[in-house]
């Protein structure tokens, strides 16, 4: 939906390395958002971006970066990846903030050992 | 598939019922609400939406109520179908709560019996 494509969709890394992930959207949405899905717990906003270069941080944004360059692109960096890390990434974007709702893509599901 | 629907409450129901999922909201100021419908493997998809000054909206064999009164939030499909097999969850806007004012639902398992 909302052409919204992750990669990869699915990873499998050590507790230590840095992992990105990445996510683009071909509507030229202006908002694009970081979540993680877990299983007892609702999605939950890691960072989100509200134009280029302008990021801020969500609920769970420790051990996290983020960063976007073009409004097609925002990347999720995992700079130490750590088991508590292990959950499935959704990417979401809309045109505003607030009073639409989100568009997600398909997720990349992570698994870090 | 996506293990989100573990640890879920599960709604069963026979395929051609109608099918209510329900959803309590946490704040009384919240203005904007949405359900969404995820299936296994796939990102949540975006179902029908409501707005606080609204108690009821319909779509394509859905309808959204709202009661502001008990913080209550409710989904019901009528003739349920087997593609209507997924986890749905609401999600709350609180008002002027930007990019990061929205609250999610931990959702319901919705399993359609043939």
């Known amino acids: 939906d909302a052409g919204i494509t992750q990669s990869p969709r699915h990873k499998v890394t050590e507790t230590g390395t840095p992992v990105t992930l990445r996510c683009h959207q071909t509507?030229?949405?202006?908002?694009m958002y970081w979540y993680r899905q877990d299983p007892g717990h609702g999605l939950r906003l890691i960072h989100y971006?509200?134009?280029?270069?302008?990021?801020d941080k969500g609920e769970v944004s420790d051990g996290y970066s983020v960063s976007r360059s073009k409004t097609e692109d925002f990347l999720l960096t995992l700079e130490s990846a750590t088991s508590s890390q292990t959950s499935v990434y959704f990417c979401?974007?809309?045109?505003?903030?607030?009073?639409?709702?989100?568009?997600f893509g398909n997720g990349t599901r992570l698994t870090v050992t | 598939g996506e293990s989100v629907g573990l640890h879920l409450p599960t709604l069963s129901v026979q395929e051609g019922d109608n099918s209510i999922i329900n959803c309590a909201y946490s704040?009384?100021?919240?203005?904007?609400f949405i359900w969404y419908k995820q299936e296994s493997g796939k990102g949540p998809q975006f179902i029908i939406d409501?707005?606080?000054?609204?108690d009821k909206r319909q779509g394509q064999r859905v309808t959204v109520l709202l009661n502001k009164t008990v913080k209550h939030l409710s989904l019901q499909i009528a003739a349920t179908q087997p593609g209507d097999s997924a986890v749905y969850f609401c999600?709350?806007?609180?008002?002027?709560?930007?990019?990061?004012?929205?609250?999610f639902g931990k959702g319901t398992h919705l399993i359609i019996q043939p």
């Open positions: 979401a974007t809309t045109p505003g903030q607030g009073d639409s709702p989100l568009h």
């Open positions: 509507e030229n949405h202006r908002y």
């Open positions: 971006s509200y134009g280029v270069k302008d990021t």
């Open positions: 704040n009384s100021a919240s203005d904007y």
């Open positions: 409501i707005r606080s000054n609204m």
């Open positions: 999600a709350e806007t609180r008002p002027g709560g930007g990019a990061d004012g929205l609250t």
